[in-house]
C-alpha cells in the first residue's frame, strides 16, 4: 500500500509541513509501505482553468499526479486561514481527474494554532471531492495548538500524546478503507460501469 501526502500551507517551513512529516514518519506502523510527501508551496502547479492538455505540461505537475495515481490513499493537511481551507490545496483537487484518483480514500486533516479548524474540514467534504470522485473517510483530523505538539521524538504531555493516538488510529481506518476500496477499483477496471458519468453528479 502507499500513500501519498499533501500539505497546502502557502508559507515555507509551515506548521502545516511539520505535522505531514510526522504523519510521512507514522505510516509505516499503519501498514502503508511507501509514501510520498509534498509541499504544494514548493511546485510550480498552474492554476486550475479546465485546460486537461496545458496542465499535462507541468513537469511538477506530472510528478504529483503519477504519484495520486499510484497511491492507494491520501492525506491532505490544511491550515485555517480566514475560516477556508488552503487555495492551493482546493486548485490540486480541481486539477485531480478520476483517471488519477477515483475510488480512493482521501483523510483531511486542518492544522491551526489556535482552537478553531472545523471550517476547512466541512468545506472539503462539501466541494472538493464530486469530480475526481475520491471518498472522504468519515474520521477527519483537526490538529489544534498546532505550535505546542508534534514537536519531539516523544509525547512531552497529555496533550501531545492524544494528538498522536488520534493520527495513529485515522490512519488505521485510512489503511483499512485503502484495501477495501483497493477491490473496488479492480472490479470497476475489469467491468466498467455502463453509462458511468465522467465525473461526479
Known sequence: MKITIICSSQRRKSQTLKVGQYFAEQVPLAGFQEADIYD??????????GNDKEKKKCNDWNT???????????ITLTPEWSGTASP?????????????????????????????????????????????RMIA?????????????????????????NVREKIY????????????LHSVRRKILKKPLENRPKYGM
Open 137 to 161: 473517510i468519515p474520521d477527519h483530523l483537526i490538529i489544534r495548538n498546532v505550535e505546542d505538539v508534534l514537536n519531539e521524538a516523544v509525547s512531552i504531555n497529555n496533550n501531545d500524546q
Open 88 to 132: 492551493l490545496l482546493k486548485n490540486f483537487l480541481m486539477m485531480l481527474e478520476p483517471a488519477e484518483a477515483s475510488d480512493k480514500p482521501i483523510l483531511f486533516v486542518s492544522v491551526v494554532r489556535g482552537i478553531s479548524g472545523a471550517y476547512p474540514i466541512a468545506e472539503l467534504r462539501m466541494n472538493s471531492l464530486k469530480n475526481n
Open 40 to 49: 504544494l508551496v514548493d511546485l510550480n502547479i498552474p492554476m486550475w482553468d
Open 64 to 74: 504529483i499526479r503519477q504519484s495520486v495515481y499510484n497511491s492507494d490513499a491520501l
Open 169 to 180: 488510529s485515522s490512519l488505521l481506518v485510512l489503511n483499512l478503507y485503502s484495501h477495501a
